[in-house]
């Protein structure tokens, strides 16, 4: 009778049950909060690196522009003032940054503009002697018309920085994500007018 009243008690003792609730959810809380405050970063790391990048665009944008960075040249110089900028809040971060400038703001990432399609099929056929608007005066017909550097007056400039960088808590690998983050910027920017723009030489095919 002792041990069924004993079994009786037991199964309605509700002493300790808050702790093993908690317990169940727990993992689940820190994952949610520790996951929270890691995009959280990311978002942070991307809006300083937007900010910087833009800032350093526009001031690269007028002739002869100073910058506070070392580098032998403009675009040495901007790659050198982002990351000063952005490595006061990213850990361990490595930069990528590619300089492309266009001749207008429409051609920034598309292909060289034809002048001339004679079977008019929107593509650039160099045995019907097709013509277009070599951008980068390469001599050749390119699906990117950009030209590296930040280019001369009036030029569009381009801007892409890729920031790599570890993830601020090392929980990735329970979802199957990265180590790291690639935190991508962009900005693209027209110079100031200080000197005549170079205008493109139109360039055929043959026969």
């Given at each position: 009778m002792n041990a069924r009243l004993a079994l009786h008690r037991l199964a309605r003792d509700q002493r300790g049950a808050t702790l093993t609730e908690f317990g169940f959810v727990l993992v689940p809380l820190c994952l949610v909060l520790l996951g929270s405050l890691d995009v959280g970063y990311q978002a942070y790391v991307r809006s300083v690196a937007q900010g910087a990048l833009n800032e350093v665009s526009?001031?690269?944008?007028?002739?002869?522009?100073?910058?506070?960075?070392?580098?032998?040249?403009?675009?040495?110089?901007?790659?050198?003032?982002?990351?000063?900028?952005?490595?006061?809040?990213?850990?361990?971060?490595?930069?990528?940054?590619?300089?492309?400038?266009?001749?207008?703001?429409?051609?920034?990432?598309?292909?060289?503009?034809?002048?001339?399609?004679?079977?008019?099929?929107?593509?650039?056929?160099?045995?019907?002697?097709?013509?277009?608007?070599?951008f980068n005066e390469n001599g050749e017909f390119d699906e990117d018309g950009g030209d590296e550097g930040v280019g001369g007056a009036d030029d569009v400039a381009n801007y892409v920085a890729t920031i790599t960088m570890p993830r601020l808590f090392p929980m990735a690998a329970l979802f199957g994500f990265s180590d790291n983050y690639t935190i991508v910027a962009r900005a693209s920017v027209r110079n100031q007018p200080y000197a005549d723009q170079d205008v493109p030489p139109t360039v055929c095919g043959n026969s």
């Amino acid at each position: 009778m002792n041990a069924r009243l004993a079994l009786h008690r037991l199964a309605r003792d509700q002493r300790g049950a808050t702790l093993t609730e908690f317990g169940f959810v727990l993992v689940p809380l820190c994952l949610v909060l520790l996951g929270s405050l890691d995009v959280g970063y990311q978002a942070y790391v991307r809006s300083v690196a937007q900010g910087a990048l833009n800032e350093v665009s526009r001031r690269a944008a007028v002739e002869d522009p100073v910058f506070g960075g070392a580098g032998d040249t403009v675009e040495e110089q901007i790659a050198e003032e982002l990351e000063e900028r952005v490595d006061e809040i990213a850990r361990n971060a490595t930069y990528d940054i590619q300089t492309t400038n266009f001749y207008e703001f429409s051609g920034v990432g598309d292909a060289e503009k034809l002048t001339t399609d004679h079977n008019e099929n929107g593509e650039y056929d160099e045995d019907d002697e097709d013509c277009f608007e070599d951008f980068n005066e390469n001599g050749e017909f390119d699906e990117d018309g950009g030209d590296e550097g930040v280019g001369g007056a009036d030029d569009v400039a381009n801007y892409v920085a890729t920031i790599t960088m570890p993830r601020l808590f090392p929980m990735a690998a329970l979802f199957g994500f990265s180590d790291n983050y690639t935190i991508v910027a962009r900005a693209s920017v027209r110079n100031q007018p200080y000197a005549d723009q170079d205008v493109p030489p139109t360039v055929c095919g043959n026969s």
